[in-house]
């Protein structure tokens, strides 16, 4: 069982901490009852993000609840997306990037020396800005991507079950049941949203990341997406980068407000709190600027 | 003050020498030239393409593609060599193709910004300039390290093609690769794959089309070469279909012998050395219509 913040922290620093066994995918999918599976929180801790030399993101100290939808918002540039990207060791991914600090999943550090990234992603699932299903594969195949790039072995039957829970959980099934084996290229910009979306829950991580999820989409798309975060969020943990107020205050429950005070100072998270409190009486004069449109 | 704008009325009555009249005509000056230039870099190939058909079409028949030169006096065909250049570019071809397309991966997903990148494109860049009588002397001197001098097989002269086609290969699917968008390796990563699964199943699938027209460019670029196969293949009448027994023909060599030795009957011999280069360029014809349209089938539209 996870241990408290601090033994988490006491047990990191004593060295070697030993990749917890997560939960990871069993063969046989979850029956519907998957909402059995407790979600988990996520933690950065005094995280530092780099650049080579350049300082990104300062000292960010936050918590991601579990069954909650976590907004990041801020103005352009200030550190939202790369702080995200640090959440599933995706940010190391940039030559030169660096981390320094700690994020824990579960009480577990991710960045601990010997936990391998390529298990740390499997937990942390991310969707992105621009919809990017695989164009070589077809709807099936990339719903069923994460099993089949990591040559999971799972029979066909039991894929299909995977296949049609995750679809039917991004509200996609009923669409596209009889083309699954259309290439993925073949939808429309919000169906291959939801389609990255499936992709994501297929392989059922703990956390979802999503990074400006809607903002290639049109409005009726977004709302879908919204409407379908609302509901992912009684079995994931969520973090949404938004640029959009509008949206962090309909679709969230948290809100994190991160500022940049100038070009080239590093951007810094300045409050996190419950969303109606964040929009309606921030305690920041900086975050209040901001949510009134101020600047941004 | 500004100049007035073009109305209607100005622009479709516009006199000689108005500015007007002058941007048109300079307009059409410019496209006859280059339509011009155009024709005239087509002409060498149109005039070629003709003169080998020509000259070519009486020396084809069944015996041409049937028999091999063994034993005839003044008849046979080019078998032998037809096959030949078949297995030679073919061998030369499962040679190149694995390790240009490993050193492009190399060179694009795993290079970075290191210094043994920029040594290998400079290498590279170099190896795209070898004449191919030297890839065919490496051929030979290699060989003959080994096996001894005077050694020929069908082999060695897929070596020296392949010399000669992998800087092509590296190049190609160095630029192929690159076009692949990073949103799909993102997209690969963030469900937790691995970096060579990555690779193999997202990255090259997607690129598959445009490998395939990189390997078919460096093919067309070496099926016609007779220096390197001259030096290491030999010549030779009879079917070999064996690259590592002996001596090999091939439409090329054949080409240059039939003209250079022409048996009893000398137009025969001529008529089938324009025969042989007819098929060449026929071979990379049909290789290209392949190509293109593999191209066409596998493409993927990545945005």
């Given at each position: 069982?996870?241990?408290?913040?601090?033994?988490?922290?006491?047990?990191?620093?004593?060295?070697?901490?030993?990749?917890?066994?997560?939960?990871?995918?069993?063969?046989?999918?979850?029956?519907?009852?998957?909402?059995?599976?407790?979600?988990?929180?996520?933690?950065?801790?005094?995280?530092?993000?780099?650049?080579?030399?350049?300082?990104?993101?300062?000292?960010?100290?936050?918590?991601?609840?579990?069954?909650?939808?976590?907004?990041?918002?801020?103005?352009?540039?200030?550190?939202?997306?790369?702080?995200?990207?640090?959440?599933?060791?995706?940010?190391?991914?940039?030559?030169?990037?660096?981390?320094?600090?700690?994020?824990?999943?579960?009480?577990?550090?991710?960045?601990?020396?010997?936990?391998?990234?390529?298990?740390?992603?499997?937990?942390?699932?991310?969707?992105?800005?621009?919809?990017?299903?695989?164009?070589?594969?077809?709807?099936?195949?990339?719903?069923?991507?994460?099993?089949?790039?990591?040559?999971?072995?799972?029979?066909?039957?039991?894929?299909?079950?995977?296949?049609?829970?995750?679809?039917?959980?991004?509200?996609?099934?009923?669409?596209?049941?009889?083309?699954?084996?259309?290439?993925?290229?073949?939808?429309?910009?919000?169906?291959?949203?939801?389609?990255?979306?499936?992709?994501?829950?297929?392989?059922?991580?703990?956390?979802?990341?999503?990074?400006?999820?809607?903002?290639?989409?049109?409005?009726?798309?977004?709302?879908?997406?919204?409407?379908?975060?609302?509901?992912?969020?009684?079995?994931?943990?969520?973090?949404?980068?938004?640029?959009?107020?509008?949206?962090?205050?309909?679709?969230?429950?948290?809100?994190?407000?991160?500022?940049?005070?100038?070009?080239?100072?590093?951007?810094?998270?300045?409050?996190?709190?419950?969303?109606?409190?964040?929009?309606?009486?921030?305690?920041?004069?900086?975050?209040?600027?901001?949510?009134?449109?101020?600047?941004? | 003050?500004?100049?007035?704008?073009?109305?209607?009325?100005?622009?479709?009555?516009?006199?000689?020498?108005?500015?007007?009249?002058?941007?048109?005509?300079?307009?059409?000056?410019?496209?006859?030239?280059?339509?011009?230039?155009?024709?005239?870099?087509?002409?060498?190939?149109?005039?070629?393409?003709?003169?080998v058909?020509?000259r070519g079409?009486?020396g084809?028949?069944?015996?041409f593609?049937?028999?091999s030169a063994?034993?005839a006096i003044g008849g046979g065909g080019a078998?032998h060599a037809?096959?030949g250049t078949?297995?030679?570019?073919?061998?030369?071809?499962?040679?190149?193709?694995?390790?240009?397309?490993?050193?492009?991966?190399?060179?694009?997903?795993?290079?970075?910004?290191?210094?043994?990148?920029?040594?290998?494109?400079?290498?590279?860049?170099?190896?795209?300039?070898?004449?191919s009588i030297?890839?065919g002397?490496?051929?030979?001197?290699?060989?003959?390290?080994?096996?001894?001098?005077?050694?020929r097989?069908?082999?060695?002269g897929?070596?020296?093609?392949?010399?000669?086609?992998?800087?092509?290969?590296?190049?190609?699917?160095?630029?192929?690769?690159?076009?692949?968008?990073?949103?799909?390796?993102?997209?690969?990563?963030?469900?937790?794959?691995?970096?060579?699964?990555?690779?193999?199943?997202?990255?090259?699938?997607?690129?598959?089309?445009?490998?395939?027209?990189?390997?078919?460019?460096?093919?067309?670029?070496?099926?016609g070469e007779t220096a390197p196969l001259l030096v290491t293949t030999g010549v030779v009448d009879?079917?070999?279909?064996?690259?590592?027994?002996?001596r090999m023909q091939n439409l090329a060599v054949y080409a240059y012998s039939e003209y250079r030795t022409p048996g009893v009957m000398k137009q025969a011999s001529y008529d089938r050395a324009w025969a042989a280069a007819l098929t060449l360029?026929?071979?990379?014809?049909?290789?290209?219509?392949?190509?293109?349209?593999?191209?066409?089938?596998?493409?993927?539209?990545?945005?």
């Open positions: 069982m996870p241990g408290t913040t601090d033994t988490a922290r006491v047990r990191s620093e004593a060295g070697q901490e030993p990749v917890p066994t997560p939960q990871a995918p069993s063969t046989t999918p979850e029956p519907a009852a998957a909402e059995g599976r407790q979600a988990k929180t996520i933690e950065a801790r005094n995280l530092n993000l780099f650049y080579g030399d350049f300082h990104a993101v300062e000292n960010v100290t936050m918590t991601i609840a579990p069954n909650k939808v976590t907004a990041l918002i801020g103005s352009s540039g200030c550190g939202k997306t790369t702080f995200l990207r640090s959440l599933n060791r995706m940010h190391e991914l940039n030559p030169g990037a660096r981390v320094e600090g700690e994020v824990t999943l579960d009480g577990h550090d991710i960045y601990a020396r010997g936990v391998d990234p390529v298990q740390v992603r499997r937990l942390v699932g991310m969707v992105f800005q621009s919809p990017n299903p695989f164009p070589t594969m077809s709807i099936y195949d990339n719903v069923a991507a994460g099993l089949n790039l990591n040559a999971t072995r799972i029979k066909k039957a039991d894929k299909d079950a995977v296949v049609e829970r995750s679809l039917r959980g991004a509200h996609l099934w009923e669409e596209v049941k009889d083309r699954l084996d259309k290439p993925g290229s073949s939808l429309s910009g919000g169906q291959q949203q939801r389609l990255c979306i499936a992709r994501a829950i297929a392989v059922e991580p703990e956390v979802l990341l999503m990074d400006e999820p809607c903002s290639a989409l049109d409005p009726v798309a977004t709302l879908a997406i919204e409407d379908l975060i609302g509901e992912l969020k009684s079995k994931y943990t969520i973090a949404i980068v938004t640029h959009n107020m509008q949206q962090a205050a309909r679709a969230s429950d948290i809100t994190a407000f991160f500022n940049l005070e100038e070009t080239g100072r590093p951007g810094r998270l300045v409050e996190v709190g419950e969303t109606e409190t964040i929009f309606t009486s921030p305690s920041e004069q900086a975050t209040e600027d901001y949510v009134s449109g101020r600047f941004g | 003050m500004a100049a007035p704008r073009d109305s209607p009325a100005t622009l479709l009555t516009a006199p000689a020498g108005s500015p007007v009249w002058r941007r048109k005509a300079l307009n059409r000056v410019m496209t006859a030239i280059i339509a011009g230039a155009f024709a005239l870099a087509m002409l060498p190939l149109l005039s070629l393409l003709f003169e058909a020509k079409i009486p084809l028949s069944i015996e593609f049937t028999t063994r034993g078998a037809i096959v078949l297995v030679i570019t073919g061998v030369a071809a499962a040679i190149s193709v694995p390790i240009g397309i490993m050193a492009a991966i190399y060179l694009t997903e795993y290079g970075g910004r290191s210094r043994l990148r920029r040594w290998l494109t400079f290498f590279v860049d170099v190896m795209t300039g070898i004449p030297v890839a002397l490496f051929a030979f001197a290699l060989f003959a390290l080994i096996f001894g001098p005077g050694v097989l069908g082999v060695m897929s070596v020296a093609l392949a010399v000669l086609m992998v800087p092509i290969v590296i190049r190609s699917s160095e630029e192929v690769l690159k076009i692949v968008p990073n949103h799909l390796r993102e997209a690969s990563y963030a469900l937790g794959t691995p970096k060579w699964r990555t690779i193999a199943k997202v990255v090259l699938p997607t690129a598959f089309a445009g490998l395939v027209t990189g390997v078919m460019i460096a093919v067309a670029r070496i099926i009879s079917i070999n279909s064996n690259p590592f027994d002996g360029i026929a071979i990379v014809m049909i290789l290209n219509v392949v190509a293109r349209l593999i191209y066409r089938r596998y493409k993927t539209e990545t945005r």
